[in-house]
């Protein structure tokens, strides 16, 4: 599968400074991707096990990733930017990300999750057929006034309704026909 490297080293070294923020689904899922990988520090094999479960390797995954394999940030990237399979952006083309922080997630967050996988077909860190979709969750975009919020390609949308969401859902399935 071709690789996806649209950022340079400097931006995901500048990603994984900002690796101490609160607690994140997509950290955790990648710490208990490692655990299970028993004594493993094999940098590369590491790797793998990051991206078959989120479907990429991401930025918040680079500093548990390096301190397994005993390397630097630095020299982790260039052995992983060696190795073809591994990907360092998701491959998809639309990326939809749905707050499940506390105050999203009581205002209505967890039915736009539900709804959301429901209409997609596919769960969290997952993309849906053809690379076109992916569903992630974060843990609050720090904008908890406007909540439930999702962020569509970057782009923050606050006092989300299902709806609303239903719509842009649609338009995106359309748009992948
Ligand atoms: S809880 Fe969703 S933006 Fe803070």
């Keep these: 599968m071709a690789r996806v490297l649209g950022k340079s080293l400097q931006g995901m070294l500048e990603s994984v400074a900002k690796a101490g923020e609160p607690r994140n689904l997509e950290r955790d899922r990648a710490h208990r ?3 299970r990988c028993g004594e493993e520090v094999d940098a590369g ?6 991206q078959r479960a989120l479907g990429y390797v991401p930025p918040r995954a680079l500093p548990l990733l390096a301190e397994r394999a005993g390397l630097t940030a630095e020299s982790l990237l260039t052995r992983l930017e060696a190795l073809e399979e591994i990907r360092l952006e ?5 990326r939809i990300e749905i ?3 506390r105050t999203c997630a009581r205002r209505g967050g967890a ?13 969290m860190f997952e993309t849906t057929p053809g690379q076109q979709i992916r569903l992630e969750p974060f843990r609050c975009f ?3 006034a406007r909540a439930p919020n999702i962020r569509m390609n970057g782009v923050i949308q606050g006092a989300m309704t299902e709806k609303r969401f239903g719509l842009l859902l649609g338009l995106l399935g ?4």
């Design 45 to 50: 094999r590491l790797a793998r096990a990051v």
């Design 142 to 144: 720090g904008q908890c």
């Design 174 to 177: 359309r748009g992948k026909r």
């Design 33 to 35: 991707a490692l655990k």
């Design 90 to 94: 998701p491959e998809c083309q639309q």
């Design 99 to 101: 707050c499940s922080g």
């Design 111 to 123: 039915k736009l999750i539900r709804l959301a996988r429901g209409t997609l077909g596919v769960n």
